[in-house]
């Protein structure tokens, strides 16, 4: 039982290192000041560069698999419902860090991080493919609002994949996806608010 625990906490802590606010900080950069106030990638991607925003999106990225792929690949763990909820505790994490006072990024790299140690690139390609495809419409200068939309298009393409795993037998497909997408909605809501009050 509480090599369970630890493996969900460490997942939690390893997502909550808020490392784009940290790399912005070195530069005297305050993310929280930046555009939507996002201490993730993105703002970091806007206030410097693409180098330095990259190094973010990998950094949120990996976090989102480590130390979980540890576990699975050297301690052999196998149980798939303890796997999903670790990287859902890597998201939840990342989005209300500990270290920023429950108010962290908006989980969208962390989650492809998360979704590639519970399917492998399934489920990062068709999420990734389903957000290229609507960001082709406005590659430069998006809104906050548009940014939001976009992830929300993406979740939703998503479903076919969900529905399909979970008619051959992987039931905990749909725990990652319900649960990620609660915390991505949750985390993109003033945008999304916006969104639906406007149309």
């Given at each position: ?5 630890i ?16 790399i ?21 991607w ?30 052999d ?15 939840f994490?990342?989005?209300?860090s ?6 962290g ?15 492998g ?8 493919l ?17 940014d ?14 969900v ?37």
């Amino acid at each position: 039982m509480w090599d369970k625990v630890i493996i969900i906490f460490l997942q939690f802590l390893s997502g909550s290192i808020m490392y784009s606010y940290l790399i912005a900080k070195l530069l005297n950069i305050d993310l929280r000041k930046v555009r939507d106030g996002n201490p993730g990638a993105y703002n970091l991607w806007i206030s410097t560069n693409w180098k330095i925003g990259l190094i973010g999106a990998l950094l949120d990225y990996f976090k989102g698999i480590y130390p979980l792929l540890w576990f699975v690949r050297y301690k052999d763990i196998k149980d798939k419902w303890l796997i999903t909820v670790s990287a859902l505790a890597g998201i939840f994490g990342h989005v209300f860090s500990p270290f920023m006072g429950g108010k962290g990024g908006k989980g969208v790299a962390v989650s492809f991080g998360a979704w590639t140690v519970v399917t492998g690139l399934e489920g990062p390609l068709f999420l990734g493919l389903s957000m290229f495809i609507f960001n082709l419409a406005k590659m430069h200068g998006a809104t906050p609002e548009e940014d939001a939309l976009k992830v929300l298009y993406g979740f939703l393409c998503l479903i076919p994949y969900v529905v399909y795993k979970v008619f051959t037998g992987h039931l905990y497909i749909l725990l990652l996806y319900l649960g990620n997408f609660g915390i991505i909605a949750y985390s993109h809501r003033n945008e999304l608010l916006k969104v639906f009050a406007n149309s």
